[in-house]
């Protein structure tokens, strides 16, 4: 009887033989061979992939479940020595994936524009298509990537390509939105009240993706002294005496986006004031108190329903004994400064 003696580790495996693409459900026979094996290790990866028979054997069966997407099969040699180096393949069902698309994200009107994509592991066809105004132009792919090119038109303004990758298991689309300016900035940051002859005050926004510059303007009475892009700094005048807006658009190449828009105001923020909603006829000495206002240099107190009021400050003392007239009766509080009087605050 001749029995080898085995001298040395087992080769690498020999490339996989079995369908690249196996559509789900389904079950499907791989093998491979590897010189000086005594045995085969088998593994899988994917989402409901198991191994139905054939481990330590050169050949497996391997099971995929409906729905399947992308996994892979793995395998090595064994003999007394160890393992051999691992051979692989990808299996794909339905082609789906999460490959990288290249290409401008903002195009002007009148213009092409060209996306690219690497291929998808077992898929065989590949579909472009844009909407808004925008037709392709041109597609094709090589052993590496996929491409297409559209032209926008002179109305384009925005629109969602779409590239929907297929096989004989079924199709996946992804998208994406492409537009012609940036989007309109995020909240604008600043003071927003108690602007009265105030310098070098500080308003801005975060970067906006695709902008290449930003359009401020202010509200009359208001200088900017510096622009950054990002952020002014502005000089409210003496005649800035009510109220207005502080507005900002993101540009780029194509034009300007929408605008975002800020209110400020000369005068103070509204109090709040803390106090009873409820009290007795007979009370006397009610207090009620606000919360100091950034930028109030005083403030005024009444009362309605025949109740008196002492002011003082930031706060007041309400007598209800015998003078309140009516049922109820309205605290109310303003904040003021050189500019006037803020919105009031009312137990109304």
């Known amino acids: 009887m001749s029995i080898p003696v085995i001298a040395t580790y087992a080769s690498q495996p020999a490339v996989i033989s079995g369908p690249a693409v196996a559509c789900g459900p389904g079950t499907y026979t791989y093998s491979t061979t590897s010189a000086n094996a005594l045995s085969y290790i088998w593994t899988v990866t994917g989402t409901g992939v198991s191994i139905v028979s054939g481990q330590g054997t050169n050949t497996v069966q391997v099971s995929v479940p409906a729905g399947f997407g992308q996994g892979s099969i793995q395998v090595r040699g064994s003999n007394c020595y160890g393992l051999s180096p691992v051979r692989g393949m990808t299996i794909t069902g339905i082609p789906t994936h999460?490959?990288?698309?290249?290409?401008?994200?903002?195009?002007?009107?009148?213009n092409t524009?060209?996306?690219?994509?690497?291929?998808?592991?077992?898929?065989?066809?590949?579909?472009?298509?844009?909407t808004g105004g925008a037709t392709l132009v041109t597609s094709g792919q090589t052993s590496t990537t996929t491409s297409a090119t559209f032209a926008m038109g002179p109305s384009w303004t925005s629109g969602t390509v779409t590239i929907t990758v297929g096989n004989g298991c079924g199709t996946y689309s992804r998208s994406f939105v492409v537009k012609f300016v940036p989007t309109q900035p995020g909240s604008i940051t600043g003071p927003g009240f108690a602007n009265c002859g105030t310098s070098n005050v500080t308003?801005?926004?975060?970067?906006?993706?695709?902008?290449?510059?930003?359009?401020?303007?202010?509200?009359?009475?208001?200088?900017?002294?510096?622009?950054?892009g990002l952020s002014i700094t502005v000089n409210f005048t003496g005649a800035f005496t009510t109220q207005g807006n502080i507005c900002v658009t993101a540009n780029n190449s194509c034009g300007s986006g929408v605008a975002r828009c800020y209110t400020v105001t000369s005068r103070p923020a509204p109090p709040v004031v803390t106090g009873p909603t409820a009290v007795c006829k007979s009370q006397s000495a009610v207090t009620y108190s606000l919360v100091p206002v950034a930028g109030a240099t005083s403030y005024s107190w009444s009362v309605t329903g025949g109740a008196s009021i002492a002011p003082s400050g930031t706060?007041?003392?309400?007598?209800?004994?015998?003078?309140?007239?009516?049922?109820?009766?309205?605290?109310r509080a303003n904040a003021l400064n050189a500019c006037g009087a803020s919105s009031p605050w009312c137990n109304c």
């Open 315 to 331: 706060s007041a003392i309400v007598n209800y004994y015998n003078t309140a007239l009516s049922s109820s009766a309205i605290v």
């Open 113 to 130: 524009a060209t996306y690219t994509m690497p291929v998808v592991p077992g898929a065989s066809t590949y579909t472009w298509s844009i």
């Open 98 to 110: 999460s490959n990288a698309v290249t290409g401008p994200q903002f195009v002007c009107a009148n």
């Open 203 to 228: 308003y801005s926004i975060a970067a906006v993706a695709g902008a290449t510059s930003y359009s401020w303007t202010v509200p009359a009475g208001v200088s900017i002294v510096t622009n950054s």
